[in-house]
């Protein structure tokens, strides 16, 4: 007789049971996977932010700096005479007038006190913005403030010989004046411990520059020609001029924000132009408040900052000259976001409390870090 063993298998409730040990299972490695990807993203923003704002920062204090070096003198101890192409410079705002070292412009709603929806930030600039720097089209609802910085570039080459709006150095040496990516200059200025000129060149070759124009309109630089009967004394240098406006942009079909740097040249006897640079994206809003010097007289600034206004209440700077060459330091805020999403508990701004101005985000999950530096204009501080 033939024996039949007979066959088991799992019962309905062992089967229930493995399918829920191996759901907490497969959840419990959902979870662990979801807090590594958001501790990984968390430091990604933050990385990407700190490094993007440490950037931004780096630039900003390197041109701010330089605010009104007119070579051995200042703007404050200057005799200037910004004498170029009457097309191209006049006493208007324009972004040659090398009169005015530093001017900014206010976003709406952005003063100490205020608070800034970075969602949805008021539109507009106090004082109204001129049409160099609205053809640069920064962000028209960004909430932030824009400044203008005009300086002779911190290396030169000395000048060996002056004469019939003619200019002339060494050709050796003329790379000097080519560096941080201005290939051809035709903005230059000169200065000997003395006097100081900017002006447009008509035409520019290695080791000479002309500043007469053709068409019989001539560009002198009255304050050098005809003070040397020989070769000018070593201290003449003459520099590439930088005007140069920083403001927050957006990249176009991106959608992302950014510091922008734009820098007017001009091709010899040519139109007036910018070259407009992304810095750094990542920048979302810029805030600046100016400190003035305790003294009213520009000529004898004491390097006393007493009081920080905004450029609102400064004014448009060439009908307001005189308080903007007070101006002996820049408080600088911005606000870092990181370009993906990072995790919406870090997501708050408490503010900028140098400049005054509290900014809201909106509930995005992005990563936002509040970055702040005060930075003195070395060349206008103690009246040098």
Not at 108 to 114: C, Q, R
Not at 147 to 153: A, P, Y
Request: proline share 5%.
């Amino acid at each position: 007789m033939t024996m039949r063993k007979d066959t088991q298998g799992l019962s309905l409730i062992e089967l229930m049971i493995a399918l829920l040990i191996g759901t907490i299972l497969v959840l419990g490695l959902v979870q662990v996977f979801g807090a590594s990807r958001t501790a990984y993203q968390l430091s990604q923003g933050v990385a990407r932010a700190q490094e993007n704002a440490r950037f931004a920062m780096d630039y900003l204090q390197r041109d701010i700096r330089m605010v009104g070096h007119y070579g051995c003198v200042n703007d404050q101890a200057r005799k200037q005479n910004a004498d170029m192409l009457v097309s191209h410079i006049s006493a208007a705002d324009n972004p040659l007038n090398f009169n005015v070292s530093v001017q900014g412009y206010e976003a709406s709603g952005s003063a100490p006190g205020d608070i800034v929806s970075l969602a949805g930030p008021a539109a507009g600039w106090s004082p109204g913005l001129p049409a160099y720097i609205t053809g640069l089209t920064p962000a028209p609802n960004a909430g932030s403030d824009i400044v203008v910085l005009r300086f002779f570039h911190s290396d030169g080459v000395p000048v060996t010989s002056i004469g019939a709006g003619e200019l002339n150095v060494d050709v050796a040496k003329w790379k000097v004046l080519t560096q941080g990516g201005v290939a051809n200059p035709a903005v230059f200025g000169v200065g000997d411990c003395t006097y100081a000129d900017a002006f447009q060149a008509s035409t520019v070759s290695p080791g000479q520059v002309n500043a007469s124009a053709s068409g019989g309109v001539a560009i002198s630089l009255p304050d050098f020609e005809g003070r040397y009967t020989a070769s000018p004394a070593g201290q003449t240098v003459l520099y590439r001029a930088e005007a140069i406006v920083y403001y927050v942009g957006t990249r176009a079909g991106a959608g992302v924000p950014s510091l922008y740097r734009a820098r007017f040249n001009t091709v010899a006897g040519g139109a007036v132009t910018p070259v407009s640079e992304e810095l750094v994206e990542g920048i979302q809003n810029l805030q600046l408040l100016y400190g003035q010097d305790q003294s009213n007289d520009v000529m004898n600034l004491t390097g006393n900052v007493t009081s920080y206004e905004t450029a609102a209440t400064l004014g448009a700077a060439v009908a307001n000259e005189t308080e903007w060459r007070r101006v002996g330091q820049i408080k600088v805020g911005l606000v870092a976001v990181s370009p993906e999403p990072a995790a919406s508990a870090q997501s708050t701004v408490v503010g900028l409390s140098a400049v005054g101005v509290t900014l809201t985000p909106p509930a995005d999950a992005y990563y936002r870090s509040t970055y702040e530096s005060s930075i003195a204009l070395r060349n206008r501080l103690y009246g040098n």
